[in-house]
């Protein structure tokens, strides 16, 4: 490392530090003029040297001093060469093949004329001690590719070429070519293995619908694989739970692909284990992947919302329309249209089952106590959650039933209304995100509504998303609230004719999006959306690492840093207890190696205090099955498509030479010049004051020896 330059630098203009110098060193020359006792010419200016060194060193700390040291470093380029230690690399030949692996490695690293670095990867990467091919095992169980980007991101040294030697089987993690695209540094690929397609039938995916409700019949599809067993006739099983609900017999298309079709009807809500099984066939080359396994959340059943309206207004129609748009969601009408008249609200069971109410304009003087108590019941024992839109109609004595839990305090003075401007004071609201995001000029463009412009509070637990603006002159009067206090939630809009913004821009999705908005974020259980734990996945090989990942917020959707979140497996037989640990991005993370046998329930708690706060349960699946044994095809579209995206170029084992010329050729220019600076606040360095003392302690042992005072 040499030092290319030296500086100081100073708080200050150097004129005026430079004019304090010459100031004291003058000073010093005048108070050593003259010396009782009279002292030699040579003495004097001696002192008078020590004194104002003293003094300028002084003055310069003054000005916070920063010494810079400037040095560059060249650092010729490093090879790593990473090696596929997994049990498939192997599995066909194992003697020979190991051997051949072996060989190959020995002969790129002793022909590299640069320092190459060996690291065996599988389900995790490590340096190979003495770049010995020799204790290469090839008996990993996983293979990760992920693995090696982490790996290659956290490294600090200069990197010429990434030399990759792998079979492309991944049976952990995720494909890396997306992150691969984003790093400078070009992978040489050597593909090893067979890419001969061997007689076999496997599974390939299990399709279903994205949202299953119990009780309503929907359709499982499974897409069957086959190789050399064209015409054969095999059974194909569904299974729930390990519970087999049906089965078909099919007949091996030549085309190598099946899609098969089960008819499901969940009987009971919750999360489904959910497996397609394939008979297996005599002369297979492998059984393990006749089956897959996939998970899948039963709803109860579509959302129901009530709709209970005034009139059957403008609102209530375009409100109406949006929720009709979405197949989960199911609208129960209800519009008054005289004293002791509601349209569809003769039927109590279609309230109390409802999950959400929305009350536009409702309750009016012609509302029913007997409708008004059916839903005031239902929103208050119930604890459901509901948007209310005030309207000229809008009965606020009779809405004192949900006085405690409405977003704002009603005020005793008349409701005048106005028509005014919306303007967001919350840009980060969930229910004001279009797309997923906030988009101000939409927002600020709208169709002014008829807004309450009488001061009704909000309360000190609910959040003001959007205030009135009259005239374009801004006001502290709330149009948009929400509250959520424990499980309760609602949203109120203090004005009416919001269905204009729909019309203003009939491309704009912004009124759509509004409702649904808000229906999604009505129909979120607080309890549950402050507590979130996921597993990396579902399925898992026994001994492979499971890794837990949780986050845990206040009331107020705050993180919370300081719980203790712990995660207890069981199979019915054995358990085990995993705790998780912040990091450095705020999560919660936890990791252990899948020791549990068959289905596994998992239980999580997040613990505050020595308080259980929240919990949460999943499960998940582990087979004693080798991942590296299910695939033994050399997938080398991948590996040629990890080398392209790289930048680099993939080799068959047989070109090797051709590889070791060009990473050579290549790497000869690739040293790097690393620059370092380092700063030094001299105020705090000891060696300054350690100078300083010893200039006072020289000045007065000659002043004493002189007989000065």
């Known amino acids: 490392m040499n030092i290319t330059s030296i500086n100081i630098s100073l708080d200050s203009n150097l004129f005026i530090i430079i004019v304090g110098i010459l100031v004291f060193a003058g000073y010093t020359y005048f108070i050593y003029k003259y010396t009782i006792p009279v002292i030699s010419k040579t003495l004097k200016y001696f002192l008078i040297v020590l004194r104002s060194l003293t003094f300028a060193v002084l003055f310069l700390l003054l000005f916070d001093p920063v010494l810079v040291l400037t040095s560059e470093e060249t650092s010729p380029p490093i090879n790593y060469f990473f090696i596929d230690n997994s049990a498939s690399m192997v599995q066909q030949d194992s003697i020979k093949n190991s051997s051949i692996l072996k060989e190959v490695v020995n002969k790129i690293e002793s022909n590299l004329t640069d320092e190459t670095k060996i690291f065996p990867f599988g389900g995790s990467v490590k340096e190979l001690e003495n770049n010995s091919a020799d204790l290469l095992t090839f008996s990993e169980k996983f293979t990760n590719f992920d693995k090696i980007t982490d790996f290659i991101e956290r490294s600090k040294e200069n990197i010429g070429n990434v030399i990759f030697l ?15 695209e984003t790093r400078t540094i070009p992978y040489s690929v050597i593909g090893f293995g067979d890419s001969t397609k061997h007689n076999d039938i496997s599974v390939g995916s299990i399709l279903t619908n994205n949202f299953i409700y119990s009780g309503k019949e929907t359709t499982v599809s499974a897409v069957i694989l086959n190789n050399g067993f064209s015409g054969k006739t095999v059974q194909v099983d569904l299974f729930e739970n390990n519970m087999m609900l049906s089965r078909q017999n099919i007949e091996l298309n030549p085309s190598g692909v099946n899609r098969i079709n089960f008819n499901y009807t969940p009987a009971t809500p919750g999360e489904k284990k959910i497996t397609v099984n394939v008979s297996p066939l005599p ?30 207004s403008s609102d209530f129609s375009f409100i109406k329309n949006v929720i009709d748009q979405d197949e989960n969601y199911e609208v129960i009408p209800i519009v008054s249209v005289s004293k002791n008249l509601a349209l569809d609200s003769n039927n109590p069971a279609q309230i109390d089952s409802a999950d959400i109410f929305i009350l536009i304009g409702f309750p009016t003087s012609i509302t029913s106590p007997e409708l008004l108590n059916k839903i005031s019941n239902a929103i208050l024992q119930r604890q459901k959650a509901f948007f209310i839109l005030l309207t000229k109609k809008t009965d606020l004595n009779k809405l004192s039933p949900l006085a405690g839990i409405l977003p704002f305090v009603a005020s005793q003075n008349p409701a005048n209304y106005e028509r005014a401007q919306i303007e967001i004071v919350d840009k980060f609201n969930p229910l004001i995100q279009i797309n997923g995001k906030y988009n101000d000029e939409e927002w600020s463009n709208l169709p002014p509504v008829v807004a309450l412009i009488s001061k009704f509070d909000a309360r000190k637990e609910s959040e003001i998303v959007a205030k009135i603006k009259l005239k374009n002159i801004s006001t502290d009067i709330p149009l948009l609230l929400t509250r959520s206090v424990g499980k309760s939630r609602s949203v109120a809009l203090l004005g009416y004719e919001i269905w204009r913004w729909k019309l203003q821009n009939k491309n704009s999705a912004i009124f759509d999006q509004f409702i649904r908005n808000i229906i999604l974020w009505l129909n979120v259980d607080p309890e549950a959306d402050r507590f979130k734990l996921s597993s990396t996945k579902r399925n898992y090989a026994l001994g492979e690492e499971i890794e837990f990942r949780g986050e845990i917020y206040d009331e107020k959707l705050l993180p919370i840093i300081d719980a203790e979140l712990s995660v207890e497996l069981s199979n019915g037989e054995s358990r085990e207890e995993v705790y998780l640990s912040i990091d450095d ?53 991948l590996l040629k498509e990890i080398a392209f995206t790289s930048g680099g170029q993939y080799y068959d084992v047989s070109q090797i030479n051709n590889l070791v010329e060009k990473i050579n050729k290549n790497n000869s220019t690739k040293n790097i010049i690393k620059t370092f600076r380092d700063e030094y606040t001299l105020r705090s360095e000891e060696l300054l004051l350690i100078i300083v003392i010893l200039l006072l302690s020289i000045e007065w042992f000659f002043r004493k020896r002189s007989g000065m005072l």
């Open 585 to 637: 991005n705020g999560f919660y993370t936890g990791r252990t190696s899948a020791k549990l046998l068959g289905d596994i329930s998992y239980k999580a708690k997040a613990e505050l205090n020595g308080n259980v706060v929240a919990e949460k349960t999943g499960k998940l699946t582990v087979e004693n099955i080798n991942p590296e044994l299910i695939n033994l095809t050399m997938d080398k579209n």
């Open 166 to 180: 792998s079979d492309g089987i991944i049976t952990t993690g995720s494909n890396p070519v997306k992150r691969i």
């Open 283 to 312: 002369q297979e080359f492998l059984n393990n992947n006749n089956g897959k396994t996939v998970y899948r959340n039963i709803l109860n059943s579509k959302i129901k919302i009530v709709l209970a309206s005034d009139s059957p």
